[in-house]
């Protein structure tokens, strides 16, 4: 046990957190310790910590962390002590997904980010079948389900994956761009890469929360002529109108389909649908709603995450007859070396606005930061570690 250290635990899966004194084993030839300054609340940690993703008791969660390197193992080369770095999720570097630079759909992409401990280290002379092991532990000694997203940044301290680690300028401000880790890149990928949107068309986003606020935003700076925000808050709509959007839409409407027609139509003349949707909600019977909102040859992406075993049932013939295609995307399909400092590049030109929408927290007002969460009534808080020793 080389370090103690401070974490938010889930105890139990209940979604609820505690602070609690941990600690981390030793460092492997293919990670980084870091001292975290920042850590973003993510919808998918609040869903792991009620078991609806999976996740098991006595877990330290976080994935959108930002800190500073205090050591590497003999295996990293990308960062040094002292540097500055976002964390992003975790991927094997060799697998063909990775390979061809679409490291969000690695083979054992699950298994890395959700599985709880961290894969055996080739570097460190281990077989790539040994039984993988816990960086964090208990007062008791007993190991705590982390290495979540390879990072579990709901701590002062940890040990990160050396290919979750984006290193950035020493100006870089580190509490503002963690959410960059996963909800920025999410939104903005689905709509850049996923969805691969064209100048002049029109996209539709259901649910503006912080994935789709990004969303909204890279559709106006990849200058999509229509942009349709839908959401059951109107003030989000407001906000995302603020961002870029050009329409919003109540999404507990009962003709939200229709709505989004009749706007296309006086938009482009012929049009029957949006050209392109993305769903940042997750629900099943939103999707559907998407799909049907879709024009001719239109293009939908789900990047929202219900859980396993939800599924949505799709008109078969409409599929066929008006070519549309819906598609899965898990971290805005990116490679977030390069995508995240595009991303931070596009907010000092003020084209990727997020803190229109960023409140800031002492980790000690976790329980209000994590309500205010759940509620609403932010739309994305970051946890500052500053307070903590």
């Known amino acids: 046990m080389s370090r103690t250290t401070t974490a ?5 899966l209940n979604g609820k957190f505690e602070l609690k004194q941990i600690y981390l084993d030793e460092i492997q030839p293919d990670e980084v310790l870091v001292e975290i300054q920042a850590s973003g609340i993510c919808h998918t940690d609040l869903s792991c910590a009620t078991g609806t993703l999976p ?26 002590p002292g540097d500055k770095v976002l964390l992003s999720f975790s991927h094997c570097e060799s697998c063909p997904a990775c390979t061809s630079s679409h490291p969000s759909y690695c ?7 959700f599985g709880g401990s961290r894969p055996p280290c080739p570097s460190s002379g281990a077989h790539p079948r040994s039984r993988p092991s816990a960086m964090l532990t208990a007062k008791d000694g007993a190991p705590i389900h982390s290495s979540f997203f390879g990072q579990s940044s709901f701590a002062k301290h940890t040990l990160v994956h050396r290919s979750s680690v984006v290193k950035v300028p020493k100006e870089t401000d580190l509490a503002l761009y963690a959410p960059m880790g996963c909800g920025m ?34 559709a106006a700076f990849q200058k999509c002529k229509t942009i349709i925000a839908v959401d059951l808050q109107p003030s989000r709509l407001e906000l995302a109108k603020k961002l870029g959007a050009t329409h919003g839409v109540i999404g507990s409407d009962k003709d939200v389909v229709q709505q989004i027609r009749d706007i296309c139509a006086k938009q ?10 993305v769903d940042c909600t997750g629900v099943p019977a939103v ?26 049932a799709v008109d078969i013939m409409e599929q066929l007859t008006y070519g549309k295609e819906y ?23 003020g084209e990727f606005p997020m803190e229109e929408f960023i409140k800031f927290y002492d980790v000690k007002e976790y329980e209000t930061a994590i309500e205010d969460s759940k509620s609403g009534k932010v739309i994305k808080a970051v946890l500052k570690w500053d307070s903590i020793q």
């Open 185 to 218: 890149q999410t939104g903005a990928g689905a709509v850049i890469n996923s969805l691969r949107v064209k100048p002049g068309s029109s996209i539709a986003v259901f649910g503006v929360g912080s994935v789709g606020m990004a969303a909204v935003m890279a």
């Open 55 to 80: 996740c098991a008791p006595n877990a330290v969660l976080g994935h959108e962390g930002a800190g500073i390197v205090l050591s590497t193992g003999s295996a990293v080369t990308s960062v040094i």
């Open 107 to 113: 083979h054992t992409f699950n298994d890395r980010n």
């Open 327 to 349: 598609v899965g995307c898990c971290e805005g399909d990116s490679l977030p070396a390069e995508f995240i400092p595009f991303l931070i590049e596009k907010h000092v030109k």
């Open 287 to 312: 999707v559907r709603t998407m799909i049907d909102s879709l024009g001719t040859l239109g293009r939908a992406s789900t990047v929202g995450a219900p859980g396993p075993g939800k599924t949505v």
């Open 268 to 277: 482009k003349e012929g049009g029957n649908g949006v050209d392109f949707a």
């Open 8 to 12: 938010l635990v889930v105890p139990e």
